[in-house]
């Protein structure tokens, strides 16, 4: 009973900037850590960028220096700054949530992605 909302996507020219949104709802007891994917067409999907309950956070090397992950402390909504884009940007990103929906009972769930594409 979690849904996860991703927004912000959209058309920009490389080297532009753009800042995705992840906003979490439902009924749940804590989130532990949020996690953005990105999937190219013919690409597997693979981690961007994670934040921890703790404070945390992760980037692929493919991104460092480039992107921020950020959010509140209860992590119920997630942002993804994306400066200096490149084509190779260019993929349906999605946004993860490691969620204690319960008394020892934790779950991963995704939300439905938003469209990020890089080009002249």
């Known amino acids: 009973q979690v849904q996860l909302v991703e927004s912000g996507g959209g058309l920009v020219q490389p080297g532009g900037s753009l800042r995705l949104s992840c906003a979490a709802s439902?009924?749940?007891?804590?989130?532990?850590?949020m996690g953005w994917y990105r999937q190219a067409p013919g690409k597997q999907r693979e981690l961007v960028a994670a934040?921890?309950?703790?404070?945390?956070?992760h980037y692929a090397d493919s991104v460092k220096g480039r992107f921020t992950i950020s959010g509140d402390n209860a992590l119920i909504t997630v942002y993804l700054q994306m400066n200096s884009l490149q084509p190779d940007d260019t993929a349906v990103y999605y946004c993860?949530?490691?969620?204690?929906?319960?008394?020892?009972?934790?779950?991963?769930?995704w939300g439905q992605g938003t469209q990020v594409t890089v080009s002249s």
């Open positions: 993860n949530a490691d969620v204690d929906v319960g008394w020892n009972d934790r779950y991963d769930y």
């Open positions: 934040i921890t309950s703790g404070g945390s956070t």
């Open positions: 439902g009924s749940f007891f804590s989130i532990n850590a």
